[in-house]
């Protein structure tokens, strides 16, 4: 019941956040937008692989991740300073 009451929050949280609620007026963006790719043993295949997908918080702790899976799966990552709510993407 309590992982029920959970979800439905989190549900009405979601459906309740739009692009124009987030972000009244124009954004700050950053000078310089980034994407960050790093494949670690990209020539093998003999493990499963990770694809860690984010920002600069998931590409900072990527180090910690793929040390803790080492012999258990190969990591990769995918990181960008963009952000889904940008309007200016969508225009």
């Known amino acids: ?4 009451s959970l ?3 989190l549900t009405r949280a979601i459906i309740g956040v739009s692009p124009e609620n987030l972000t ?3 954004p700050i ?3 310089i ?6 494949v670690t043993n990209a020539d093998r295949d003999d493990l499963p692989r990770v694809l ?3 920002d600069s918080i998931a590409r900072g702790y990527f180090n ?8 258990k799966a190969y990591c990769a990552r995918f990181a ?3 952000f889904l709510t940008n309007l200016s993407l969508t225009r």
Request: proline share 0%; charged share 30%.
């Open 80 to 82: 960008t300073s963009m």
């Open 52 to 54: 860690i997908v984010g």
């Open 29 to 31: 963006l950053e000078r």
């Open 64 to 71: 910690v991740v793929e040390s803790e899976l080492q012999d």
């Open 24 to 26: 009244e007026g124009k």
């Open 1 to 4: 019941m309590r992982g029920t």
């Open 33 to 38: 937008e980034w994407t960050d790719i790093w």
């Open 7 to 9: 979800l439905i929050l």
